[in-house]
T-cell receptor, first 114, second 116 residues
Framework: GNSVTQMEGPVTLSEEAFLTINCTYT??????LFWYVQYPGEGLQLLLK?????DKGSNKGFEATYRKETTSFHLEKGSVQVSDSAVYFC?????????????FGKGTKLTVNP | GAVVSQHPSWVICKSGTSVKIECRSL??????MFWYRQFPKQSLMLMAT?????????EQGVEKDKFLINHASLTLSTLTVTSAHPEDSSFYIC????????????FGSGTRLTVV
């Protein structure tokens, strides 16, 4: 079955440090890939997505590139802020409007210290 | 656009009682909604897929008689936890698929259920 593996946290960084959270996937077909962010006590918010190979999703300084050859979708940010402290989930979906369910990684907690 | 409102945000109930959680799509029609459960410091576990006008599809291991899902309209899905027990205490999150303009999934803000 489909699965998502992301690096285990927690990750603790100083403000303005470079961030990488690794994510690899296993899927049949051609999944869409997502990064979601969850702030304490809240639901998930879509951070970025990519729907086909070599696509780069970007938002709020975060980027991730859909790498089919390495089945990866690593999340990066050049300079993190305290406000980026949250849990980040990598996810995939097989569908494009086909009501396919999302498969999530276990989440990576990021703490950014001033 | 693509806002999902989930209510209540938190609820405390006594063992043996039932609790209903609502999930509404505010500015779009959601034929399909998803219900997730999240345990502390863990990922989201899909419980069921809710389809408007038909029975929900439950994931393996999820008790359909305990977690009743109703999707009576294109903007509302409800999850009722029946005869709640302390082990049902968890964070429940709904999600709807949004295809208008940009494909993706929109999540509600979640409901923290505590059964005492």
């Amino acid at each position: 079955g489909n699965s998502v593996t992301q690096m285990e946290g927690p990750v603790t960084l100083s403000e303005e440090a470079f961030l990488t959270i690794n994510c690899t996937y296993t899927a049949t077909g051609y999944p869409s890939l997502f990064w979601y962010v969850q702030y304490p006590g809240e639901g998930l918010q879509l951070l970025l997505k990519a729907t086909k190979a070599d696509d780069k999703g970007s938002n709020k300084g975060f980027e991730a590139t859909y790498r089919k050859e390495t089945t990866s979708f690593h999340l990066e940010k050049g300079s993190v802020q305290v406000s980026d402290s949250a849990v980040y989930f990598c996810a995939l979906s097989e569908g494009r409007g086909g009501s396919e369910k999302l498969v999530f990684g276990k989440g990576t907690k990021l703490t950014v210290n001033p | 656009g693509a806002v999902v409102s989930q209510h209540p945000s938190w609820v405390i109930c006594k063992s043996g009682t039932s609790v209903k959680i609502e999930c509404r799509s505010l500015d779009f029609q959601a034929t399909t909604m998803f219900w997730y459960r999240q345990f502390p410091k863990q990922s989201l576990m899909l419980m069921a897929t809710s389809n408007e006008g038909s029975k929900a599809t439950y994931e393996q291991g999820v008790e359909k008689d305990k977690f009743l899902i109703n999707h009576a309209s294109l903007t509302l899905s409800t999850l009722t936890v029946t005869s709640a027990h302390p082990e049902d205490s968890s964070f429940y999150i709904c999600s709807a698929e949004w295809t208008g303009g940009s494909y993706g999934y929109t999540f509600g803000s979640g409901t923290r259920l505590t059964v005492v």
